[in-house]
């Protein structure tokens, strides 16, 4: 009764985004549907008004959102590379092997399909191999931007030459910042500017 219960919300949250204009694959939905049977979490856990990533949306531009999207698929690549894992007989490697599809890893015979342990694996395998490909078709480039974020938590922050090469930098990278925060502030004045011509026209 409680899988059917988070089947059938599942299925409605799926309906909300056919309704939004873009349709989920009906073999994503399967698998979706298939995996909550398998790990069948209470649904006074799954609907606790507490959701992993939130609903709302970021405020901010598009490209904004697009990276903050891009993150959030980052994580779904470590996650279902995680429950893979965790699955009883060891799984192949995945996490960190971007550039090749999860379906291409060799799955020991009688993993893929046959049995609960085989479905699970197979199901997260096509799950990841979808986000790695919308990673790598539509996110390319925001990826790249991830990357050299990234690469920022890795600066030695406790090393003195580290902070003295940082003090020399500073004058070049707040300069940077200001110009680019000034070219954001001159947009939004064209965009307001803009918009009561227009407004003032139809009037």
Same mark, same amino acid.
Request: aromatic share 6%; charged share 25%.
């Given at each position: ?38 790990? &069948? @979490? /209470?649904?006074?856990?799954?609907f606790? =008004? ?5 609903k709302?949306? $970021?405020?901010?531009s #598009? ?8 993150g ?9 590379s ?19 599809p999860?379906?291409?890893? &060799? @799955? /020991? ?5 046959? =049995?609960?342990g ?5 199901? $997260?395998?096509?799950? #990841?191999d ?5 990673r ?17 938590r ?6 003195t ?12 990278v707040?300069?940077?910042?200001s ?18 011509s ?6």
């Amino acid at each position: 009764m409680k899988v059917a219960r988070a089947v059938v919300c599942l299925s409605l949250w799926l309906a909300v985004y056919r309704v939004s204009g873009f349709h989920i694959p009906l073999k994503m939905n399967k698998t979706i549907q298939n995996l909550l049977q398998h790990y &069948n @979490v /209470p649904p006074h856990q799954m609907f606790n =008004g507490k959701p992993v990533f939130s609903k709302e949306r $970021l405020p901010g531009s #598009l490209e904004v959102q697009r990276v903050f999207m891009a993150g959030v698929l980052e994580t779904y690549d470590n996650l279902f590379s995680k429950m893979l894992r965790q699955l009883p007989t060891p799984s192949p490697q995945t996490a960190g092997n971007e550039d090749r599809p999860a379906s291409d890893v &060799n @799955v /020991p015979q009688g993993l893929a399909g046959s =049995g609960p342990g085989g479905d699970v694996r197979k199901g $997260l395998v096509e799950l #990841l191999d979808m986000i790695r490909n919308l990673r790598k078709y539509s996110y390319q480039d925001v990826e790249k931007l991830l990357e050299g974020l990234h690469s920022l938590r890795h600066i030695q922050l406790d090393n003195t030459v580290v902070q003295s090469k940082a003090l020399w930098e500073l004058t070049r990278v707040y300069t940077e910042a200001s110009t680019l925060s000034e070219k954001q502030m001159q947009r939004k004045r064209r965009r307001r500017q803009a918009r009561g011509s227009k407004a003032h026209q139809r009037a």
